[in-house]
């Protein structure tokens, strides 16, 4: 196994990795930034108002791109686990 190889496997797997957390930070993001101009302009201090909708966001979210995630992890598991001999000889 090459060091070059070591490196393909990491950035290929990082990215796999910020694909598939994208669309769920993304949600929390947004919904974050919304509740907080909302709470800022009704100076509403209610930790519950800003949770409350973010877990509400990422549960749509994730209904929405999970087959697609498991999808993109499998695929890549699939993947490395059929070039390991390739890598080993």
Avoid: C, D
Avoid at 38 to 61: G, H
């Amino acid at each position: 196994m090459t060091p070059e190889m070591v490196l393909s496997i990491a950035r290929e797997s990082l990215t796999v990795t910020v694909l598939v957390a994208a669309p769920l930070l993304l949600a929390a993001l947004a919904t974050g930034v919304l509740v907080g101009v909302l709470q800022a302009a009704t100076q509403i201090n209610e930790m519950t108002l800003s949770f409350i909708p973010k877990l509400l966001a990422l549960v749509v979210v994730l209904l929405a791109t999970g087959p697609w995630m498991l999808e993109m992890i499998t695929s890549y598991t699939r993947t490395l686990f059929h070039n390991i001999p390739g890598m080993l000889g």
